[in-house]
């Protein structure tokens, strides 16, 4: 597609339900980025893909995330037993190998943990 | 542990008049910053972007200064206009590895 798609845009959860967050990349794009953004701040980095590779998975919050790319294109982001302090959007980004291109970021994907 | 820092959280001008967009950052290894532009309930666009062997990169409107020194660089917008209201969002990556982005400020320009 033209861009980075991810759905569903908006998720509400009941704590304790499981999620999942889809991103469809630009084709082609090699390098896939997941960013949490709480309200009021910057996004902040969770993983990063690299083809099929997960090469940081450093900020993840806790071991109840879990990211996956396994064909190299589509990515899920999976969240279980889901808590209210994981309400934030998601951001999925795609580049090229060499981000100095800079990341193009999805719409993202708002969740409300109730 | 913020590494990029923007500590205005709003700005307001006037059409017409130069925004100045302000970001400091702590990482000495950070190689590459970039300005993200982002609308409500839309992704951040990528707006312009400087290497770190460079001081200054400049896209029409939009001129973005680095001082390694200080470890500070800020985004110009000149003139403003009301369509450049959006959050702006400054980031900065080492080595072309994952991005670390500031809080945003808020610009509004009044017509």
């Known amino acids: 597609g033209a861009g980075v798609s991810q759905s569903p845009r908006y998720k509400v959860a009941k704590r304790g339900q499981d999620v999942a967050l889809r991103c469809d990349p630009i084709?082609?794009?090699?390098?896939l980025f997941w960013y949490q953004q709480a309200l009021g701040q910057g996004p902040e980095f969770l993983t990063y893909f690299q083809n099929e590779a997960q090469l940081d998975k450093s900020g993840l919050p806790s071991d109840r995330f879990f990211a996956e790319r396994p064909e190299g294109s589509v990515s899920t982001l999976k969240i279980q037993r889901t808590q209210q302090e994981d309400s934030a959007v998601y951001l999925c980004a795609s580049s090229l190998a060499i981000p100095n291109y800079g990341y193009t970021f999805g719409s993202g994907t708002r969740l409300t943990v109730v | 542990d913020q590494q990029v820092k923007q500590n205005s959280p709003s700005l307001s001008v006037q059409e017409g008049r130069i925004s100045i967009l302000n970001c400091d950052y702590t990482?000495?290894?950070?190689?590459?910053f970039l300005w993200y532009k982002k609308y409500p309930a839309e992704g951040p666009t990528f707006l312009i972007s400087i290497s770190s062997i460079k001081d200054k990169n400049e896209d029409g409107r939009f001129t973005v200064f680095l001082n390694k020194s200080a470890k500070h660089l800020s985004l110009h917008i000149v003139p403003s206009q009301p369509g450049d209201s959006a959050v702006y969002f400054c980031a900065a990556s080492a080595d072309n590895n994952d991005m670390r982005f500031g809080a945003g400020t808020r610009l509004t320009v009044k017509p």
């Open positions: 084709s082609g794009h090699v390098s």
């Open positions: 990482n000495s290894m950070f190689d590459y």
